[in-house]
C-alpha cells in the first residue's frame, strides 16, 4: 500500500474501482504532464450517493460528504491514469459545482471538504486553485460534481 492510499485507509477511507463514463467521452485524460478528470459524480458503486440540491432536499454536511466521494472518484480516475498517485507532483485545480436551492450560497464550504482531504493526502503537493459554484441543474440530480487537475 502506497503512503496516499495508507492515509486514507487511517481516515477510513478508500479508493473505489474508477467509475466508468455516464455517456460518450473519456473519464480522464492525459496531456503532457496534466491529467484532468471529467466531472466526478458522487457513486459509490453504481449507486448515487446524494441527489438532490443543497439548501432544499439536502443539508451542508450532505454536500461535503458528496464532494468527498466525487474526490475519491477523481482521484480513481488519477490512479487509472498513472498507476499510482504517488506519480501526483502537484494537484493542480478542483472544479466543483454544487446543486443549489434559492438562497444557498455555502458552496466554497462544500468544496473545502474535497480541499482539505487533498491537502490532507498530498501535503503541499495538495495545495491547488478552485472553483465552486452553485448551479440550478446537474446531471442524475447529483448534488456535487467534480473535476480534478494533476500534475505527474
Not at 65 to 94: D, F, P, T, W, Y
Not at 109 to 120: D, G, I, K, T, Y
Not at 123 to 134: E, I, M, Q, S
Request: charged share 15%; aromatic share 6%; net charge negative.
Amino acid at each position: 500500500m502506497n503512503l496516499i492510499e495508507q492515509k486514507l485507509h487511517e481516515l477510513d477511507l478508500a479508493l473505489p474501482t474508477a467509475p466508468p463514463p455516464v455517456g460518450f467521452y473519456v473519464p480522464v485524460i492525459r496531456t503532457g504532464q496534466l491529467i484532468i478528470t471529467s466531472g466526478q459524480l458522487p457513486f459509490i458503486g453504481k449507486q448515487l450517493a446524494f441527489a438532490g440540491k443543497l439548501g432544499a432536499d439536502l443539508h451542508e454536511e450532505d454536500g461535503c460528504n458528496a464532494a468527498r466521494i466525487c474526490l475519491l472518484n477523481a482521484l480513481a480516475q488519477v490512479k487509472a491514469c498513472l498507476g499510482s498517485l504517488e506519480q501526483v507532483r502537484q494537484v493542480v485545480r478542483v472544479e466543483g459545482y454544487v446543486l443549489s436551492a434559492p438562497g444557498f450560497s455555502n458552496q466554497p464550504q462544500v468544496l473545502n471538504a474535497a480541499s482539505e482531504l487533498l491537502v490532507h493526502l498530498f501535503g503541499d503537493r495538495g495545495r491547488h486553485v478552485r472553483t465552486a459554484v452553485g448551479v440550478a441543474e446537474m446531471p442524475l440530480n447529483a448534488a456535487v460534481q467534480l473535476a480534478l487537475w494533476v500534475e505527474a
